[in-house]
């Protein structure tokens, strides 16, 4: 059996409206084995990006729990060695250790993070150094090259290792060997995406979100997304987690979750 590197246990969302709340999780439990490709698919408005947003600790469930397995991230002493400041509290330390604690580190390298647990100064580390992200609307820097906008994305990550050989790498595994110095502009729509997918990888996050990523690209293009993505799981292990309304897309799923109003209406793997 697969290892799991995210769960949910009865997610529950709820927002404050006008005349009292609306409800847009319904209890949703859900696995993400690691290093597969999982799509969530379902209509507009049936609650993926609220999902995704709370699977990326972006945004807090209402009531339940998400698991995530972390690798454990050992820190790199800084020269001298002086270690780290008495008092800091965790906030701000830049090296992608989760806090201060050691507690509940696992001798096969992962920790156990449950999301209801952390400060914000752990959530805004977590999503910073083991999370990646690529969105409908391609976000790249406009005035920089592809090779410029995947180094500036290592760059605010604070990667530790030497950045001209994996960008190089990155831009090769999306097939953008060529293109490294052309600006956006000069790129397609689908290859644009594959330069937010080689910054989203780059800095060796374990799980990728990719809220609609192919939503404003065409079929084709849609489709070559999408594979790349299985290519990755493949090649570099990485685990990602898409939405999708478009049903085309399901079959390159390793598991597809069907979301309708808010509850999970079917899986298949
Ligand atoms: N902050 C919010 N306040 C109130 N309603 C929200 C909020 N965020 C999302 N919703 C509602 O939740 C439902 C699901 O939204 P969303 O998760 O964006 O769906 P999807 O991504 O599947 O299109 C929608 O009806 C939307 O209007
Ligand atoms: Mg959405």
Redesign the pocket.
């Known amino acids: 059996m697969n290892e799991m590197i995210l769960t949910t246990e009865q997610i529950i969302r709820s ?3 006008a005349g009292g709340e ?1 409800t ?2 319904k209890g949703i439990t859900l696995e993400i084995p690691k290093g597969s490709l999982v799509i969530i698919k ?12 709370i699977l990326s600790a972006l945004d807090p469930a209402t009531s339940g729990e998400v698991l995530f397995r972390a690798r454990k991230r050992t820190k790199k002493k800084p020269g001298g060695g002086a270690g780290k400041k008495a008092g800091a509290g965790g906030a701000g330390a830049g090296e992608g250790e989760m806090g201060e604690s050691t507690e509940g580190l696992q001798e096969n390298g992962t920790e156990e993070i449950r999301y209801s647990g952390l400060s914000d100064a752990q959530r805004d580390r977590l999503r910073r150094f083991h999370m990646g992200f690529v969105f409908q609307s391609v976000a790249l820097v406009p005035i920089m090259s592809a090779y410029e906008n995947v180094d500036f994305g290592l760059r605010t990550a604070g990667y530790q290792g030497e950045r001209d050989p994996r960008i190089r790498e990155v831009l090769a595994a999306v097939g953008l060997d060529q293109r490294m110095k052309h600006m956006p502009a000069q790129l397609s729509g689908g290859e644009q995406q594959r330069v937010a997918i080689a910054r989203a990888i780059a800095h060796r996050p374990e799980i990728i979100f990719a ?2 990523p192919t939503g404003a690209l065409d079929t084709a293009a849609g489709l070559a997304v999408t594979q790349l993505f299985k290519d990755l799981t493949e090649k570099e292990g990485i685990t990602i987690v898409m ?1 999708t ?1 478009d049903p085309g897309l399901m079959e390159l799923g390793d598991v597809v979750y069907e ?1 309708e109003d ?1 509850m999970i209406q079917g899986m298949s793997s």
């Open positions: 927002f404050p409206v609306l847009v999780l379902g209509r507009s408005g049936s609650g993926k990006t609220t999902l995704l947003n809220d609609e939405t309304h979301i808010g």
